[in-house]
């Protein structure tokens, strides 16, 4: 099979209309600090991974963005997943769960014992930790009982290592139109009549972490963050490694996408990326796209994936992490990854965001007080990646770049 | 029925102008002034000391002259420019780096490293991981109209964490778990 790439840039930043039916979409966006994905899994129905602000308007990006194609969320989204609860990942989430009346909101696991509940009731009423992940999580429990009371579908579902979280079978339905079958169809049957029939794409979503050890020491971590009687209020600050963070296989024709959240690598064998590589149990296909993990870190990097997880050159998507004391990725990471692929990709370059504008008094007392200060956010991008699921052979995959996002090749020069 | 004697106001704390004497009581204007014009931010002492009017209703007044005050030097008044609330995200030796939410615009969240030696003494066991604190940057603002730049961090005081509000929470996540059939 061979595959044509082609990269292209918006011009006016102009969204287009949504995929065609028969379309896979993989879309990420980046503003340097939070990250969200949507897929389009065919037949209009998405799945949105965690949520990120856009920076410029302060809206969730993969709703702003449904909307800017004229597409309705409540309808369309089917799969809200909360990979971890790390403020990066999840802001702006509980506008997408309001939203979306027909989705499954799945959540790690790890969040699943009774301590993570009292968390989050004992923060999400403190107004004093707003913004956090705590909170984010407060907001959505609270609208999923509203939906509740409204016999809308919302019992959680919890991924773990080795489960199908959702699947839509191939069938022969009357009810979704498949576009691409009825034309195919009609061209060669030109007498036969498809109102009534079409053929929807199968689909599946399998979770591939965290492992039963990442759980535990999820658990251990979620119960040692409970406050005690007497304790001082502060706001939670997650500390530790993304243990418990849900990867993601998603099967939709013969097309596999790998989302590597930011599930980092660990010293245990039975934790991280080597515990999906080695396990005997996940899907066997080799996805040809992956959303790298932890923003392309060292320290979530596992050859073995690129090796056993991956077509050869695949097409690779990250977005860069501003906010930290180390800016990801850098340009070894970088390096890294193109090594592994050419078709590799950001939603935004790794840098933050540009100076912003103050009084003279006030910028200087700044320097005088700090010993440094940059913006969380870096600028905003977001990669779209589309390609016709009917295609077999030559597939065609078209790659567009929104805001500042560009080819990972480009970053450092 | 024999009137009680009327009460008077009197206020050792406060220093004698050149118009007190001790046997006539007087009363000074900043008595009437409205509740926030007492928030004065005493910036030699650690932490913000907010000074109370007397009880009105406790009291009669029979001074009907009023004096100006001659205002104590270090009283002042600040001018805000800018104002973040800060939240402490890592400690080090000697630094620590914040997270600062604008509250004067909307200009986007901030990370900043601050030397601890820009936090008073009184406020330096509260930098900890997830503390809550205020930088304010302005102008001081002496009676006399004296203006000095400033920079001010001040750390939240927050009150600690009852077992009432612990059991509550408690409560609340059994509840939402039967709900929501989260288990």
Known sequence: MTRIVRETSSIGGSLGGPPKSCELELSVFGPGYGESILVHLGNEEWMVVDSCINPNSRISAPLEYLHGIGVNPSKAIKLIVATHWHDDHIRGLGSVVSESKAAQFICSSALRKPEFLTLVHAYGKQSMMETSGIQEFYKIINIMQTHQSSQAPVSPKFAIAERLLWQRAPTISGDHMGRWISTLAKRFFKRLTFSTCSFILPCQVHALSPSDVSLNLAFSEIASLLPSARATKRRIVAQSPNHAAVVLFVKIGAVSILLGSDLEETTNPNAGWSAIVDSTTRPLEKASLIKVPHHGSANADNPRVWDEMLEKEPIAVLSPFVSGAVILPTKTDTLRICRRTDKSYSTAAARPGGRIRRDKTVEKTIKETVRSIKPMYGPWGHVRIRTDIKMSNNREWNVEFFGDALPLREMYG | ?183
């Open chain 2, 1 to 183: 029925m024999k009137p009680e004697p009327l009460q008077t106001v009197s206020s050792p704390q406060k220093g004698l102008s050149t118009f007190d004497t001790p046997d006539l009581p007087l009363i000074y204007i900043d008595d009437f002034l409205p509740p926030d014009r007492h928030n004065v931010v005493n910036h030699n002492a650690e932490s913000e000391t907010i000074y109370s009017p007397p009880d009105d209703s406790s009291k009669q007044i029979n001074a009907p002259v009023v004096f100006p005050r001659t205002p104590p030097l270090i009283q002042e008044h600040f001018i805000p420019l800018q104002k973040w609330e800060g939240v402490v995200d890592q400690v080090k030796s000697d630094y620590f780096i914040a997270r600062l939410v604008d509250q004067t615009g909307t200009t986007p969240d901030e990370l900043a490293e601050f030397m601890l030696d820009e936090v008073s003494k009184g406020d330096r066991t509260l930098v900890k991981p997830g503390a809550i604190f205020y930088w304010n940057i302005g102008y001081e603002e002496s009676l006399g109209g004296q203006r000095k730049r400033s920079s001010i961090i001040r750390f939240r005081r927050l009150p600690a964490w009852s077992a009432h509000e612990l059991e509550a929470a408690k409560h609340d996540a059994d509840r939402t778990r039967d709900i929501l059939n989260w288990r």
